[in-house]
């Protein structure tokens, strides 16, 4: 049968003629396309939204289909790869979680008390808690005391950050103090995510970064927050110093007894199968001299005389600060105590920062002592005669044979001080061959190391240059140099004031310093949270410096308008005064 009979046949059966009279014709249709297509766009002034616009048609047929291909994708690989693949898996809930946040309306009613309480849980838990006691789930990473309270902190802090304006604001206007030391800081940490596609093991560094962000940016955000309020550094400073006292006692009993105090004693769930944690557990004892390094809750010796170095500014501060005898009596004692500490770490590092606390916070506290009374002799003599005294112990460290093994080391630390020169010799093609970054952790890959090795880089400068490049290592370091030259500029500058707390700029700056010095011979990142918190601190105390300068113009203005009142003025005054306090 021909194709034109079958056409009459159709056109002539009853459905057909139904289905002319329903559907529309198709000219008419595409007629009314193209008016649809060529009328007149409204004008959409902002807040609001063309909800009839183009793309919005489109994507409320295509969003659907596109989301339902990728649940049906991400449930096939899940359910093939579970439990070892969780955390990428996890990925785009996390990233539905952030929308959700971004989301919220603006609401100055946010939970600021939970994130301070997770945060004092989170400095609290990184001293006192050993890092390699943790649980280990199947896929998962170590759920550490530290990710254990980090992770909530992050949560409130981003909440805030999305729904309160005025919590916004307090940040930023603390971090005003010190707009080109804070610019810096977020600089290096955009620079860590710009190094990532550098990687040869991209979830791995990854992993490093999204961790670095709860710990170091999350951690110096809260602090700018919460160390805007007089009162709150004080009391942080109190609890470090008031954590450092179990730290010592611990050290003490675990260098009697020779090895670590909860070796042996560890629950089952708490118990970690990897290499790092059994060395951790194991002990330490230095090869050439058999003498036990004592760690305490930290996971090397080397980290443990780096915390007590780091405390001793603040344990000087306490015992010669304006506080009560008790607690000046206190501190007192525990200067030598932390120096016996390091002694029994048997790190060099920690000598080094203990020397350097200890020199640096006498230089602070003359100048400042110098400065508000000019016509002490004892200070002037300090200030004038410091250069001799640095001097002096400089070449002390060099010729006195007890004091340059002590520093420097001996024939026992040769083997080390030999690893340090070659570890500046093979980082130096590395980072020539890549100077924007290989990416974060991979600093010992890129050195050379094989996959078997045990890595453990010595200087932490060596570490930042090769994962995030020159730009990374000098943003770091010029981050910490501007903080510093911050405080010791408002030390020596700012007008007296009765403000107990800010007399905590000498301890501060003089800590910093030191953990500069020590970064030069010590990598392990474990103590940043600590250190970036400091660094808040600082910059709180310089805003708040510079607000309290701001208002003398206006309470001088003031002053000088009530002693050019007249005297009959004044007088009413005060009978006005007298006659109210009359009962």
């Known amino acids: 049968m021909k194709p034109s009979t079958w056409k009459v046949r159709l056109q002539a059966s009853n459905w057909w003629q139904a289905a002319q009279a329903v559907l529309p014709d198709p000219r008419s249709v595409a007629d009314l396309w193209r008016e649809w297509r060529a009328r007149p766009r409204p004008i959409v002034l902002r807040p609001y939204v063309d909800l009839h616009s183009r793309w919005r048609l489109a994507a409320k047929v295509l969003a659907p289909l596109g989301i339902g291909l990728f649940c049906i994708v991400y449930g096939f690989f899940y359910a093939i790869t579970a439990p070892y693949l969780i955390i990428p898996l996890a990925a785009p809930i996390a990233v539905l979680g952030l929308l959700a946040i971004w989301a919220l309306p603006e609401n100055n009613v946010v939970p600021t008390k939970a994130m301070e309480l997770t945060f004092s849980a989170l400095i609290i838990?990184?001293?006192?808690?050993?890092?390699?006691?943790?649980l280990a789930l199947p896929g998962l990473p170590w759920i550490t005391m530290v990710r254990l309270t980090g992770f909530p902190m992050a949560f409130f802090l981003l909440i805030s950050l999305s729904a309160s304006t005025t919590f916004r604001d307090r940040i930023l206007d603390t971090s005003s103090a010190t707009?080109?030391?804070?610019?810096?800081?977020?600089?290096?940490?955009a620079n860590e995510f710009i190094t990532l596609p550098f990687s040869h093991k991209l979830t791995e560094s990854i992993n490093k970064v999204i961790i670095q962000q709860l710990n170091w940016t999350g951690v110096f955000l809260v602090s700018l927050y919460i160390f805007r309020k007089p009162g709150r550094i004080e009391r942080y400073l109190f609890l470090l110093l008031a954590i450092a006292i179990p730290i010592v006692a611990l050290a003490f009993i675990e260098s009697e007894e020779q090895h670590v105090l909860w070796a042996g004693h560890v629950p089952s769930f708490l118990r970690v199968e990897d290499p790092s944690a059994q060395r951790a557990l194991a002990g330490a004892v230095r090869g050439a001299t058999g003498q036990y390094r004592?760690?305490?809750?930290f996971s090397t010796a080397l980290g443990l005389s780096e915390f007590v170095a780091l405390m001793t500014p603040f344990a000087l501060h306490w015992a010669v600060g304006r506080y009560p005898l008790l607690l000046r009596l206190l501190g007192l004692a525990l200067i030598p105590a932390l120096y016996f500490v390091v002694r029994m770490t048997d790190a060099r590092l920690g000598v080094a920062g203990y020397l350097a606390s200890l020199l640096i916070y006498l230089l602070f506290w003359s100048l400042v002592r110098w400065r508000r009374r000019m016509s002490d002799i004892l200070t002037a003599a300090i200030v004038y005669a410091y250069p001799s005294v640095f001097l002096a112990a400089v070449a002390a460290t060099m010729f006195v044979h007890k004091i340059h093994v002590i520093v420097f080391g001996g024939g026992a630390q040769a083997a080390s001080n030999e690893a340090r020169g070659n570890q500046f010799r093979m980082a130096l093609p590395a980072l020539l061959r890549n100077p924007i970054g290989h990416g974060a952790g991979q600093s010992g890959d890129a050195m050379g190391y094989g996959a078997g090795d045990f890595i453990a880089i010595d200087s932490y400068y060596i570490s930042v240059a090769l994962d995030y490049g020159i730009i990374g290592l000098t943003l770091y370091v010029a981050m910490f140099a501007m903080v510093i030259g911050a405080a010791v500029t408002t030390m020596l500058r700012a007008p007296p004031t009765n403000d107990r707390e800010a007399a905590l700029l000498m301890p501060l700056a003089t800590c910093l310093c030191a953990f500069l010095v020590i970064r030069g011979v010590f990598e392990q990142p474990d103590i940043h949270p600590m250190i970036f918190m400091m660094v808040a601190m600082v910059i709180a105390?310089?805003?708040?410096?510079k607000a309290q300068a701001a208002q003398l113009p206006?309470?001088?203005?003031?002053?000088?308008?009530?002693?050019?009142?007249?005297?009959?003025i004044q007088a009413a005054a005060g009978a006005v005064r007298r006659g109210r306090q009359r009962p």
């Open 125 to 134: 838990g990184l001293i006192l808690w050993p890092n390699y006691l943790a």
């Open 179 to 189: 707009p080109l030391a804070f610019r810096m800081f977020l600089l290096f940490s």
């Open 294 to 297: 004592a760690k305490a809750t």
């Open 541 to 545: 105390l310089v805003a708040r410096a």
């Open 554 to 568: 206006e309470v001088a203005a003031r002053q000088a308008v009530i002693e050019q009142q007249p005297r009959r």
